[in-house]
Protein backbone atom coordinates (compact mmCIF):
# COMPACT_ATOMS: atom_id res chain seq x y z
CA UNK A 1 0.00 0.00 0.00
CA UNK A 2 2.97 2.39 0.93
CA UNK A 3 4.12 1.91 -2.69
CA UNK A 4 0.82 2.63 -4.47
CA UNK A 5 0.23 5.75 -1.91
CA UNK A 6 3.77 7.14 -3.25
CA UNK A 7 2.91 6.49 -6.40
CA UNK A 8 -0.08 8.28 -6.27
CA UNK A 9 1.85 11.52 -4.99
CA UNK A 10 4.12 11.03 -7.71
CA UNK A 11 1.67 11.07 -10.35
CA UNK A 12 -0.43 13.84 -8.97
CA UNK A 13 2.78 16.61 -8.50
CA UNK A 14 4.55 15.28 -11.75
CA UNK A 15 1.15 16.05 -13.80
CA UNK A 16 1.81 19.85 -12.19
CA UNK A 17 -1.01 19.89 -9.77
CA UNK A 18 -1.04 20.32 -6.20
CA UNK A 19 0.54 17.78 -4.10
CA UNK A 20 -2.42 16.12 -2.15
CA UNK A 21 -4.09 16.27 0.85
CA UNK A 22 -4.72 13.73 3.46
CA UNK A 23 -8.20 13.81 3.17
CA UNK A 24 -7.67 13.16 -0.63
CA UNK A 25 -5.21 10.53 0.31
CA UNK A 26 -8.14 8.86 1.90
CA UNK A 27 -10.90 9.80 -1.31
CA UNK A 28 -8.31 8.00 -3.23
CA UNK A 29 -7.54 4.68 -1.74
CA UNK A 30 -10.89 4.57 0.38
CA UNK A 31 -9.10 5.26 4.00
CA UNK A 32 -11.68 5.94 6.51
CA UNK A 33 -10.01 8.62 8.29
CA UNK A 34 -6.87 11.13 7.79
CA UNK A 35 -5.17 8.96 10.87
CA UNK A 36 -4.35 6.00 8.25
CA UNK A 37 -3.28 8.21 5.16
CA UNK A 38 -0.97 9.54 8.44
CA UNK A 39 0.22 6.77 9.17
CA UNK A 40 1.24 6.00 5.27
CA UNK A 41 3.10 9.13 4.80
CA UNK A 42 5.02 8.91 7.91
CA UNK A 43 6.47 5.67 6.91
CA UNK A 44 7.42 6.53 3.86
CA UNK A 45 8.56 10.13 5.56
CA UNK A 46 11.21 7.59 7.95
CA UNK A 47 11.91 5.93 4.52
CA UNK A 48 13.48 9.40 2.67
CA UNK A 49 10.94 8.77 0.33
CA UNK A 50 9.18 11.60 0.98
CA UNK A 51 9.01 15.05 2.95
CA UNK A 52 6.81 18.10 3.84
CA UNK A 53 7.01 21.32 6.01
CA UNK A 54 6.07 20.85 9.50
CA UNK A 55 2.76 22.47 9.76
CA UNK A 56 2.17 24.33 6.18
CA UNK A 57 -0.22 22.31 3.97
CA UNK A 58 0.59 21.12 0.59
CA UNK A 59 3.81 21.24 0.91
CA UNK A 60 4.34 17.57 0.60
CA UNK A 61 7.06 16.38 -1.82
CA UNK A 62 8.89 13.17 -3.44
CA UNK A 63 12.38 12.88 -2.44
CA UNK A 64 14.95 11.87 -5.92
CA UNK A 65 16.79 8.82 -5.28
CA UNK A 66 19.70 10.46 -6.26
CA UNK A 67 19.80 12.52 -3.08
CA UNK A 68 18.44 9.77 -0.52
CA UNK A 69 20.42 8.97 2.08
CA UNK A 70 22.41 11.70 1.72
CA UNK A 71 23.58 15.09 3.47
CA UNK A 72 24.47 17.95 1.14
CA UNK A 73 27.11 20.47 3.33
CA UNK A 74 27.34 23.55 1.93
CA UNK A 75 31.73 24.26 1.87
CA UNK A 76 33.52 27.79 1.36
CA UNK A 77 35.66 28.26 -1.44
CA UNK A 78 38.48 29.99 -0.71
CA UNK A 79 39.36 31.31 -4.02
CA UNK A 80 42.92 29.02 -5.53
CA UNK A 81 46.02 28.07 -4.25
CA UNK A 82 49.24 27.14 -6.18
CA UNK A 83 50.14 23.92 -6.85
CA UNK A 84 53.32 24.84 -8.29
CA UNK A 85 55.47 27.13 -7.05
CA UNK A 86 54.85 29.07 -4.02
CA UNK A 87 52.99 32.45 -4.16
CA UNK A 88 52.40 34.91 -1.81
CA UNK A 89 48.50 35.43 -2.10
CA UNK A 90 45.73 36.38 -0.09
CA UNK A 91 42.93 34.40 0.41
CA UNK A 92 39.37 35.86 -0.32
CA UNK A 93 35.93 34.26 0.05
CA UNK A 94 34.42 33.21 -3.55
CA UNK A 95 31.45 30.91 -3.35
CA UNK A 96 30.25 27.68 -1.79
CA UNK A 97 30.50 24.19 -2.92
CA UNK A 98 27.85 21.26 -1.86
CA UNK A 99 29.77 18.12 -0.64
CA UNK A 100 27.64 15.19 -0.24
CA UNK A 101 29.08 13.31 3.07
CA UNK A 102 28.15 9.99 1.84
CA UNK A 103 30.24 10.20 -1.35
CA UNK A 104 33.38 11.76 -0.02
CA UNK A 105 33.44 9.63 3.40
CA UNK A 106 34.22 12.26 5.93
CA UNK A 107 31.56 14.58 7.50
CA UNK A 108 32.25 18.03 6.85
CA UNK A 109 32.52 20.45 9.74
CA UNK A 110 32.64 24.28 10.44
CA UNK A 111 36.43 23.90 9.67
CA UNK A 112 36.05 22.73 6.12
CA UNK A 113 36.95 24.82 3.67
CA UNK A 114 37.94 24.63 -0.73
CA UNK A 115 40.64 26.04 -2.27
CA UNK A 116 40.82 25.81 -6.44
CA UNK A 117 44.37 23.98 -7.15
CA UNK A 118 46.73 26.25 -10.09
CA UNK A 119 49.66 24.84 -11.33
CA UNK A 120 50.85 21.23 -11.86
CA UNK A 121 53.37 20.18 -8.95
CA UNK A 122 51.09 17.55 -7.58
CA UNK A 123 49.94 15.71 -10.76
CA UNK A 124 51.80 12.45 -9.14
CA UNK A 125 48.97 12.56 -6.97
CA UNK A 126 46.48 12.95 -10.00
CA UNK A 127 45.62 16.87 -8.69
CA UNK A 128 45.02 18.80 -11.69
CA UNK A 129 44.99 22.20 -12.43
CA UNK A 130 41.43 23.64 -12.09
CA UNK A 131 40.70 20.87 -9.10
CA UNK A 132 39.40 21.81 -6.47
CA UNK A 133 40.99 20.53 -2.92
CA UNK A 134 38.64 19.93 -0.13
CA UNK A 135 40.38 20.41 3.15
CA UNK A 136 40.42 20.29 7.07
CA UNK A 137 41.68 22.94 9.28
CA UNK A 138 43.01 22.33 12.37
CA UNK A 139 44.07 18.51 11.59
CA UNK A 140 47.90 17.61 12.73
CA UNK A 141 49.18 16.18 9.46
CA UNK A 142 51.30 12.98 9.46
CA UNK A 143 53.86 12.50 6.86
CA UNK A 144 52.58 11.57 3.48
CA UNK A 145 49.16 13.71 3.64
CA UNK A 146 48.47 16.62 1.17
CA UNK A 147 48.42 19.69 2.70
CA UNK A 148 47.59 23.64 2.29
CA UNK A 149 50.39 25.28 4.04
CA UNK A 150 52.06 28.45 4.18
CA UNK A 151 55.96 28.23 3.76
CA UNK A 152 57.85 31.69 4.83
CA UNK A 153 54.20 33.76 4.51
CA UNK A 154 53.59 31.95 0.42
CA UNK A 155 50.45 29.56 -0.01
CA UNK A 156 51.35 26.34 -1.91
CA UNK A 157 49.31 22.64 -1.99
CA UNK A 158 52.05 20.29 -0.91
CA UNK A 159 53.02 16.84 0.24
CA UNK A 160 53.97 17.46 4.33
CA UNK A 161 57.22 15.63 5.01
CA UNK A 162 59.46 14.86 8.16
CA UNK A 163 63.43 14.40 7.67
CA UNK A 164 65.23 14.71 10.70
CA UNK A 165 62.42 16.16 12.61
CA UNK A 166 62.26 19.03 10.59
CA UNK A 167 59.30 19.06 8.41
CA UNK A 168 59.23 20.01 4.48
CA UNK A 169 56.80 20.63 1.30
CA UNK A 170 56.90 18.00 -1.40
CA UNK A 171 55.93 18.27 -4.86
CA UNK A 172 54.73 15.38 -6.57
CA UNK A 173 56.14 16.22 -10.48
CA UNK A 174 59.65 15.96 -10.38
CA UNK A 175 60.15 19.24 -12.49
CA UNK A 176 59.65 21.28 -8.87
CA UNK A 177 61.73 21.18 -5.82
CA UNK A 178 61.33 20.28 -2.29
CA UNK A 179 60.23 23.75 -0.67
CA UNK A 180 62.27 23.63 2.59
CA UNK A 181 61.70 26.43 5.25
CA UNK A 182 63.92 29.06 5.83
CA UNK A 183 61.92 30.54 8.70
CA UNK A 184 58.40 29.20 9.17
CA UNK A 185 55.73 26.30 7.95
CA UNK A 186 52.08 26.36 9.00
CA UNK A 187 49.60 23.98 7.54
CA UNK A 188 46.14 25.33 7.41
CA UNK A 189 44.52 22.77 5.86
CA UNK A 190 44.40 18.52 5.39
CA UNK A 191 43.71 17.15 2.16
CA UNK A 192 40.34 15.25 2.35
CA UNK A 193 39.20 15.20 -1.00
CA UNK A 194 39.04 16.49 -4.58
CA UNK A 195 36.61 17.58 -7.10
CA UNK A 196 37.36 17.50 -10.65
CA UNK A 197 35.31 19.21 -13.39
CA UNK A 198 35.35 16.52 -16.38
CA UNK A 199 37.52 18.80 -19.30
CA UNK A 200 36.24 18.09 -23.02
Keep these: ?20 TLREICTRFGFRSPR ?12 GLISWDQGKSRTLRVISPIHRGSRFIDVPLFGSIPAGLAEDRAQEPEAFVSVDEAAFGFMPTGRTFALRVSGNSMIGKHICEGDIALLEHGVEPRPGQTVAALIDGRSTLKTF ?5 KPYLQAENTKYPDQIPCEELMVQGVLRGIIRKVRD
Design 161 to 165: RVKHS
Design 1 to 20: MQQRVLDFITAEISDSRPCP
Design 36 to 47: AAACHLEALRKK
